[in-house]
């Protein structure tokens, strides 16, 4: 059984279409997903999608590190938001360098909220980051993140940045990207990361997996990111289905 540790089901390029998504996520033996809401105006139909089907989904929120636009929430605001909708996570928080440019304090200070909101609600991190690599390091040692856990998700870096990471306490999250040609330090990454650190992921409806590059991403592809994976790491899928899925249910306390 695999599970989807970050997925945007939610967004209204799905429509209406949940109920065939899950179904197609069980056919495929996807037994579980993180629904991931980005915003405030997200979180209510994450939680109608969860509360639909406790048994498959689950929730996070943060206000996302992209949009300087949306209002910016205090620590106990976010904590608050993520207990009253039993929310698995806080995320996804984190830094961009790749589409946002300085001056970005406005960036590092709401990833810092959102390290303190994740200590007052004791749940774990999504952390996306691109192309910060030292300062998104910096912060999370000085948030003390490592104390509630967190995952890289959708990793995009070098083994380099991984080890960071993981020397941390953290894990990584690999998508679909790990599956393109041109990610070799991605993969590379992968190879090296120990098994009881690592997850699988769509982040749909984004970077579906080869041979589905360029097709909208859904939860039920996420086998063919692990069916890479255990060609890559010389392991059965069985195993990576198995050590993934383990290591999400214990990150996430579910």
């Not at 997200?42 to 996302?64: N, Q, T, W």
């Not at 912060?139 to 380099?160: M, Q, R, T």
Request: glycine share 4%.
């Amino acid at each position: 059984m695999f599970f989807d540790t970050h997925c945007h089901i939610h967004m209204p390029r799905f429509g209406t279409e949940q109920p065939e998504l899950i179904d197609r996520m069980k056919r495929n033996r996807v037994e579980a997903a993180v629904v991931v809401a980005t915003e405030e105006a997200e979180i209510a139909p994450v939680k109608a999608l969860c509360d639909a089907y406790p048994e498959v989904l689950a929730g996070a929120f943060a206000v996302s590190p992209q949009d300087n636009e949306l209002p910016d929430l205090t620590a106990q605001d976010i904590a608050d938001r993520i207990l009253t909708n039993d929310f698995v996570a806080v995320g996804e928080t984190g830094l961009d360098y790749h589409y946002c440019k300085e001056p970005l304090d406005w960036q590092r200070n709401r990833f810092a909220t959102h390290i303190e909101a994740a200590h007052l609600c004791e749940r774990p991190l999504i952390i996306h980051t691109r192309e910060a690599d030292d300062d998104t390091i910096a912060i999370l040692k000085e948030g003390n993140a490592s104390d509630v856990g967190f995952v890289l998700h959708c990793f995009c870096g070098n083994w380099e940045f991984a080890k960071r990471a993981l020397d941390l306490g953290g894990y990584l999250s690999f998508s679909g990207i790990v599956t393109f040609k041109n990610a070799a330090d991605i993969q590379m990454a992968a190879l090296k990361a120990p098994l009881d650190r690592i997850f699988i992921e769509t982040d749909s409806p984004y970077l579906a997996p080869v041979p589905l590059r360029g097709k909208r991403n859904e939860p039920s592809y996420v086998p063919h990111v692990a069916q890479f994976l255990a060609n890559l790491k010389g392991l059965s899928l069985e195993e990576i289905a198995q050590v993934t899925t383990r290591n999400a249910r214990q990150f996430f306390r579910l």
